[in-house]
């Protein structure tokens, strides 16, 4: 059973056009994240929520928008994709709470190609 | 703000050679230090943490340990397997109402049999 799945696994588009990555995670977790990882494997923290309420936004275009519709998804939908767009995107959920063991699990990634 | 430096790739080892990949950071307050690994084509994985100073992380045959008066979580591995080919990426961990994660840019390691 996957704790953090992501689908899709790859994404093909055009330009211009509107695209969602959805994610789920049946671990129990209260917080979930979006990072973005490019073409040198730097990752980065796009959002965080946290019971379905919007904990981080970092520097990230409007075009990028989260939604959480319960707290075991965190969607992420991209408006006018563009080149720069391109990159793996993460999903990772974590416990509200962190004792000793830090339960951060990511999904396997999904990568987005904008041509 | 917040950081974390870690050395450069592609690191290039033949099998069985010894692995050192630098880790320094910049925080405020006491943060906890993670080391993840992601293999090709796959997602990323803890593969070891310290959570105080002085803690040493292991896990298949990798360790770190947390030094405070150098702020630094170096890793290292005795003897490299072609199955270690990997990024490693070391991880700050900020505690608080956002418990952060802020990765470095990551380390290719690649090793030759």
């Known amino acids: 059973d996957t704790a953090v799945s992501q689908t899709p696994k790859y994404l093909v588009t055009q330009m211009g056009n509107d695209k969602s990555i959805k994610c789920e995670q049946n671990?129990?977790?209260?917080?979930m994240y979006w990072y973005k990882q490019d073409s040198k494997k730097f990752l980065k923290i796009m959002f965080s929520?946290?019971?379905?309420?919007?904990?981080i936004n970092e520097t990230v275009p409007n075009r990028f928008s989260p939604k959480s519709p319960d707290k075991a998804h965190l969607n992420l939908h991209i408006n006018s994709l563009e080149l720069g767009d391109s990159a793996v995107y993460f999903c990772?959920?974590?416990?509200?709470?962190?004792?000793?063991?830090?339960?951060?699990?990511f999904g396997s990634g999904t990568r987005l190609t904008v041509v | 703000g917040d950081s974390v430096t870690q050395m450069e790739g592609p690191v290039t080892l033949s099998e069985e050679a010894f692995l050192t990949i630098n880790c320094t950071y910049t925080?405020?307050?006491?943060?906890?230090l993670f080391w993840y690994v992601q293999y090709p084509g796959e997602g990323l994985q803890l593969l070891l943490k310290?959570?105080?100073?002085?803690d040493k992380g292991s896990n298949k045959g990798f360790e770190a340990t947390y030094r405070k008066e150098t702020t630094s979580f170096h890793l290292e591995k005795g003897s490299v397997q072609v199955s270690d080919s990997a990024v490693y990426f070391c991880?700050?961990?900020?505690?608080?109402?956002?418990?952060?994660?802020?990765f470095g840019t990551g380390t290719l390691l690649a090793v030759q049999p």
């Open positions: 991880v700050l961990f900020i505690r608080g109402a956002t418990n952060k994660l802020i």
């Open positions: 929520y946290n019971n379905k309420e919007l904990i």
């Open positions: 310290a959570t105080k100073a002085d």
């Open positions: 671990l129990g977790h209260d917080t």
């Open positions: 990772a959920s974590s416990p509200t709470r962190l004792g000793v063991n830090y339960g951060y699990t």
């Open positions: 925080a405020t307050g006491y943060p906890s």
